[in-house]
């Protein structure tokens, strides 16, 4: 079987198997890329979840030695939700970003790829295979991009004519060759709409992205959140979907034909005021099938403690007092603390001046002294 009839049965096994679009593309290095992660890594831009090893992220040979052709697969998601639940005083909610609805897309897709993998050592039983979702060593958007599953927006989304942006994405390194695909062309024109909504201004340019700056990362984050972001968090919980939701290339697109994708509004719209008290028990039990899940609680927690502040949420203030004077964890009092300042109130003010004479931890006691600050002032 010559090599473009064996790309064309696995293009057809693709489509059985539900994998939304596929690509080929050769294992050369991803020379471009190399310069960009130098500079992304000289300027402080990288989040630290990637591989560190650049020549690892741009070679894939030194994944799969003898690699000859990489296949790039997209998944698309849903980007609206039916029926949502609302918002209401002394009950307000947060919200999870669309790539962390319905299961763990990286379940999802490594299983797509594992049968794609199966189904070509079917066919040249001596073939040889790397498969990567997210968490390998390549960048799954330069593959993609190379491949031609859709091309690079300014916000540096995969941007696809079919699906828009709303696609998950992974990939599978063998040492067997396929004919290329040719490299999407890039249609974003002049449009810089996804640069000027950015919350937090981490688009620095079209392409380029500061990691550290990202409402995306930030969210995923365990440590106490730079006070300059949490204005910016709103009911955040996990990840932000501001660039793709305002890109003209993501109107009216919306698709939840993966039904491991469609999401339960009570999961993805959570009431806030419960995950405070959250065991770590619960919250497997609740959150665990979902991507925003892998951090664990307390990110979550925190950023739920920043939305309560978001909101003033004055029935809020005896969990938020609870969780000043008996949690363990620094992060939980210290954000506690500067979301009552927020809050505000003789209440707050009671609560404050407490924990401020029992509180021992340096950055709690920051936290206090401006939440104090904030509270007096109001």
Known sequence: MNSADLKQKLISKAKEIGID?????????FIALRERLKESQEKGYASGFEEPDIEKRVRPELSLPEAKSIIAIALAYPSKLKNPPRSEAGAYRGIFCRASWGEDYHHVLREKLTLLSTYLQELVPDARTQVMVDTGALSDRAVAERAGIGWSGKNTSIITKEFGSWVYL?????????????????ECGDCTICIDACPTGAIVQAGQLNAQACIAYLTQTKDFLGEEYRSKLGNRLYGCDTCQTV?????????????????????????????????????????????????????????????????????????????????PRPVIRGTAAWALGKIGGK????????????????????????ALDMAQNA
């Open 21 to 29: 679009k596929i690509g080929f593309t050769t294992a050369d290095p």
């Open 170 to 186: 992974g990939e599978m390194i063998t040492d067997v060759y396929f004919p290329p695909d040719t490299p999407a062309t890039d």
């Open 247 to 327: 890109c003209p290339k993501n109107r009216k697109r919306h698709f939840d034909h993966h039904t491991a994708f469609q999401p339960d509004p009570e999961m993805v719209k959570p009431l806030l005021k419960p995950l405070l008290q959250m065991s770590n028990r619960e919250f497997k039990e609740r959150f665990g099938r979902m991507s925003g899940a892998w951090r664990g609680k307390k990110p979550i927690q925190r950023n739920a403690i920043i939305a309560l502040a978001h909101f003033k949420d004055q029935t809020a203030i005896p969990d938020l007092v609870r969780l000043l004077a008996e949690d």
């Open 347 to 370: 209440e707050v003010l009671e609560a404050l001046q407490k924990a401020q004479e029992k509180e021992v931890n340096q950055e709690v006691l920051h936290e206090i002294g401006k």
